[in-house]
């Protein structure tokens, strides 16, 4: 542990409620992804309730010590400021000349996450990753 203390460690973090918009609509479109078909036969609302049933983790716990919900990065970017984020970053590691490409992006016919919610997905979705949100000041 104490090697790993050594190095500056980052991560980026996003909304839960875009985050599950997101994935939603990239298991849609990704034939090879283990939920597709599962997936395809439900509409958001539905896939909501079946995906967190799952119990999938939450940002926080890949972010945590095991013992304590301390941070074990020593910075937090978030996905909403990505391009400031990352200027800090290339800044902070001598890294000014490198370009990041937008992968797995999924098609979403709206990119307002909040169009896609309704009374009680949106409560699931609060009430899962309610820790997420505290810790990392997002909200619906």
Excluded at 41 to 57: A, H, N, R
Aim: proline share 2%; with cysteine.
């Amino acid at each position: 542990m104490k090697k790993y203390n050594d190095y500056f460690s980052f991560t980026f973090v996003r909304n839960p409620f875009d985050l599950i918009v997101s994935l939603y609509f990239y298991i849609r479109q990704s034939k090879s992804h283990k939920y597709h078909m599962i997936a395809m036969g439900m509409e958001f609302p539905e896939f909501v309730s079946w995906y967190l049933g799952t119990k999938p983790e939450r940002q926080l716990d890949f972010l945590c010590g095991e013992s304590s919900r301390e941070l074990i990065v020593n910075y937090v970017g978030k996905y909403e400021s990505l391009s400031e984020d990352l200027l800090f970053l290339k800044e902070r590691l001598g890294l000014q000349h490198l370009q990041v490409a937008h992968k797995n992006k999924s098609i979403k016919k709206t990119n307002n996450y909040q169009e896609y919610y309704d009374n009680q997905t949106k409560k699931i979705v609060q009430e899962y990753f309610k820790d997420d949100l505290a810790r990392f000041g997002y909200s619906f």
